[in-house]
């Protein structure tokens, strides 16, 4: 059985070293008269750029393996939500044309074309890690061991360790056809044991997990004649095995690893007797024993073991079941130890202070003068930081309303609003329990604040709360006035450091009284409130964005100048990506950049000739979304927390925030052209998905670095 999955996912290595190129089966897909490339296979085309970062020769070493972490837990995520969601349509809905429509292919056809990229890039996967190791001992003298290289020195500091460090926290469980075989977690990766007498002929199965949320999945050894070295946690267990199963008369014991990856969507019932907290904690436990949509297993596992395992696990042949080398978590590498060599690494870019907010100065007296727009994480987040504390202990503040989707888990943003409450202050904080992945965090800090008085709302039914809004009402005299922080990006301080988000400081009455009329919404779900300057999802954000395409479209009809820039996370809607080829027919010239999913086909004969499709993977994840529209030349800009997808456009609450001043304006259009410049990162994205660098040798541009000189040239 093992060697008939085997020949049916395992994949030879290729040669080609621009491997990126030789995936055929974006290609397939997509036929000439197609209009859109499909999700799922623009999705895992992103997560090739990610690959390639982690291939480049000229990113730093270690960040090279970071960004092999970022491929594997993107892949995680992706089976988990996107593939589990496939499979459900498949088992309910495969009969049914709109099924087939909407994925622009049958269900079947969608998971083979998965499961055959997925197989590729594996491959793909373990050839840049073995060329980083080499390079690693080869250019720094770091040195992988395993169980088996290991000299008698080293062999006893590992013996040590696992007595000290690891032994109490394994529990191994013995297999047989007669006893249950135990639900497996996701995101763990077991060792799947085979225990067998070379003399009796006797054999037996255990399963163990290898315990990386205890112990730390990398040893690093004692240096010796300068030479450095390090053993993965999984090799450490191997060479004690014997240790674990000592009360065995076996002669060999072989470990190979085994992970299984879980259908990650809550199913939430509806009994009215419970609170939706109480729903949304029992969906997470319920989580933990949902299907697998994914195995992945060490491809030289021995074949009668690896037949237990599968017809325990009940999988078939329409599972994604892939052959991988004897590694797996590699989001683990995310954390790789960097030996003390700073050059292995990406210098750090220390984060700078906005020119308009200086120190000891009152946060609001500076925004009552001026728009501030933030740029995280060239712009430091400790801004946001300051003004909430300001709020907190300022005698004249009377609330803080926040939306709160994803924070940190030691979260400052929710430190401040309790401080705030202790203060005296209200505070209502709008808590998405249902930010996929963030749940069980969430639910920690809606219960902090409630439990000091905060007025926690729990999201809106039947709409997911992503907008990110913060209003604080301030007393002034005889005046009561608004300041308003509207941002792309999630009010925490550690993705802060990490990802692209445009923040927006406000006391405009035009923006905060619409603000003001959305958290009122929150509270009440009766009145949507009137939206003359926000775009605001679902009620009449898509409308203007077609309105205002629309008037591209005429102008471009009129012989007028017309163009849109976008900048995106995803751009999946059928009838927004419908609507800019309709666009682009008339003329309107439309650059894009799109960090993930591209569903719409760039530079298509009779299609889209006048839209440009980019995309950047860099060392910061690109997440700002921004929408410049020429509108005659009185150019109209907005930032915002939404992606043009349907979720967001119709089934989730988003706000698209104008900046009116025009020296943000002008900032924006430079970042937006500093990244259209970019000839070191960018991808064209095209309707092979080949993922082709824009190159310029002789003028080499890197749009995030420009962008941080760019502001450090501003301070």
Not at 93 to 99: A, D, L, R, S, Y
Not at 558 to 572: D, R
Request: some cysteine; aromatic content about 12%; overall charge positive.
């Amino acid at each position: 059985m093992k060697e008939k999955f085997k020949a049916k996912h395992h994949r030879p290595q290729q040669d080609d070293s621009r491997w990126w190129l030789a995936i055929k089966s974006f290609k397939k897909l997509n036929s000439k008269g197609a209009k859109f490339i499909n999700r799922e296979l623009s999705w895992l085309s992103f997560n090739e750029r990610v690959l390639q970062e982690a291939a480049d020769p000229n990113v730093p070493v270690f960040e090279r393996l970071r960004f092999l972490g970022i491929f594997s837990n993107n892949l995680d995520e992706f089976f988990r939500v996107r593939v589990a969601t496939i499979k459900r349509i498949l088992r309910y809905g495969k009969q049914k044309e709109p099924t087939k429509e909407l994925l622009g292919s049958s269900p079947k056809t969608i998971l083979s074309q998965i499961q055959k990229i997925a197989s590729d890039q594996h491959v793909h996967f373990d050839r840049i890690y073995n060329q980083i190791l080499e390079e690693l001992k080869k250019k720094y003298k770091i040195h992988k061991l395993n169980e088996r290289t290991l000299n008698e020195e080293q062999g006893e500091f590992v013996k040590i360790y696992f007595q000290e460090k690891i032994r109490s926290a394994l529990t191994p469980i013995m297999l047989s056809p007669e006893s249950r075989f135990p639900k497996l977690l996701d995101k763990t990766i077991y060792f799947a044991i085979k225990l067998s007498s070379h003399h009796t002929g006797e054999v037996k199965y255990a399963l163990m997990e290898i315990p990386t949320s205890i112990v730390p999945r990398f040893l690093v050894l004692p240096e010796s004649r300068g030479n450095k070295f390090f053993i993965l946690l999984d090799d450490v267990i191997r060479y004690n095995l014997k240790d674990i199963f000592y009360i065995f008369d076996f002669d060999r014991i072989e470990a190979y690893t085994i992970k299984v990856t879980l259908d990650a969507e809550l199913d939430i019932d509806n009994d009215v007797s419970k609170s939706f907290i109480e729903l949304i904690s029992k969906s997470l436990k319920k989580r933990e024993l949902a299907n697998p949509v994914r195995l992945i297993y060490d491809q030289n596992i021995p074949t009668d073991l690896f037949s237990f395992i599968i017809e325990n696990l009940q999988l078939t042949e329409e599972e994604n079941i892939i052959a991988g080398a004897r590694y797996h978590n590699f989001k683990d590498f995310m954390h790789f130890p960097d030996f003390g060599i700073m050059e292995g690494k990406y210098p750090r870019l220390p984060h700078l202070r906005h020119r308009h907010l200086l120190p000891s100065v009152s946060m609001f007296s500076q925004i009552a003068q001026r728009d501030i727009l933030l740029y995280y994480p060239y712009h430091s987040f400790h801004h946001f930081n300051d003004l909430l504390r300001e709020a907190a202990i300022d005698p004249k503040v009377k609330s803080i309303k926040i939306t709160l989707y994803r924070v940190a888990e030691e979260s400052t943003v929710v430190k401040a609003l309790i401080n705030a409450l202790k203060n005296g202050k209200e505070v209502t904080a709008v808590v998405e329990l249902q930010a996929r992945f963030d749940e069980q965090t969430n639910i920690y800090w809606a219960n902090k604040l409630a439990e000091e008085g905060a007025k926690v709302i729990y999201g809106v039914k039947g709409l997911k709360v992503h907008a990110k809004l913060c209003l604080i009402t301030r007393k002034e005299g005889k005046k009561t006035l608004d300041y308003a922080n509207i941002g792309t990006g999630n009010y925490n301080e550690e993705t802060a450091k990490l990802y692209t988000d445009h923040s927006l400081f406000t006391s405009d009455p035009r923006i905060t009284r619409e603000v003001a009329a959305l958290f009122e919404f929150f509270d009440n779900n009766l009145e949507i409130g009137k939206y003359k300057h926000l775009l605001v999802s679902p009620f009449n954000m898509r409308k203007r964005l077609n309105k205002l395409i629309q008037h591209e479209i005429k102008n471009a009809q009129s012989g007028k100048p017309a163009y849109i820039w976008l900048k995106l996370n995803n751009l999946v809607d059928p009838d927004m990506i419908k609507k800019l080829y309709q666009a682009a027919k008339a003329g309107v010239k439309i650059k894009i950049i799109v960090r993930s999913i591209c569903s719409l086909i760039p530079q298509k004969k009779g299609l889209s000739e006048n839209i440009t499709a980019k995309s950047i993977v860099d060392r910061f994840l690109e997440h700002s979304r921004f929408y410049i529209f020429c509108n005659g030349g009185e150019e109209k800009y907005y930032i915002s927390s939404a992606d043009w997808m349907t979720r967001n456009l119709d089934h989730r609450s988003e706000v698209a925030c104008p900046i009116y001043d025009p020296e943000l304006q002008a900032e924006i259009k430079d970042i937006f052209n500093l990244q259209w410049a970019d000839n070191v990162k960018a991808r064209y994205l095209d309707e092979k998905q080949l993922n082709q660098y824009v190159r310029n040798k002789r003028n080499p541009l890197r749009s995030q670095m420009e962008i941080y000189n760019y502001y450090n040239s501003k301070k």
